[in-house]
């Protein structure tokens, strides 16, 4: 499974930007796609997951509210839409797919897309 994440950019303080991660090769072995992302000289922290079959979602609790996952199976592709962004939700995001496992631990995900940077600037 190869993914791959773009849509991050410059943002000011309260913006918003939505993110992408679309999906290739054999995506039959996952069924869940989740959002990490880590700041500089910070832990790498959960963001959100969906299970794409039964469509349930978990969120960290830092995003809450303001962050939204969602998904296209047609285009295999994992959205996420960050509303009221701030200088806090700086960091480089990473999306994953996972086949089994609690889908907020960063254990359960086998596959790694490369990262894609969000700058929110105060």
């Known amino acids: 499974v190869q993914l791959q994440a773009s849509g991050g950019g410059l943002v000011q303080d309260g913006d918003s930007l939505r993110l992408s991660c679309l999906a290739s090769g054999r995506t039959a072995n996952t069924n869940t796609i989740g959002w990490f992302r880590q700041a500089p000289g910070k832990e790498e922290e959960f963001v959100a997951a969906i299970d794409l079959g039964s469509g349930y979602r978990l969120y960290g609790n830092s995003v809450k509210g303001r962050f939204a996952i969602s998904g296209d199976n047609a285009k295999n592709t994992v959205y996420l839409q960050m509303n009221n962004l701030g200088p806090m939700d700086t960091s480089i995001y990473y999306c994953?797919?996972?086949?089994?496992?609690?889908?907020?631990?960063?254990?359960?995900?086998?596959?790694w897309g490369r990262g894609t940077l969000v700058t929110v600037s105060s």
């Open positions: 994953a797919a996972s086949r089994a496992g609690h889908i907020g631990v960063r254990s359960s995900y086998s596959y």
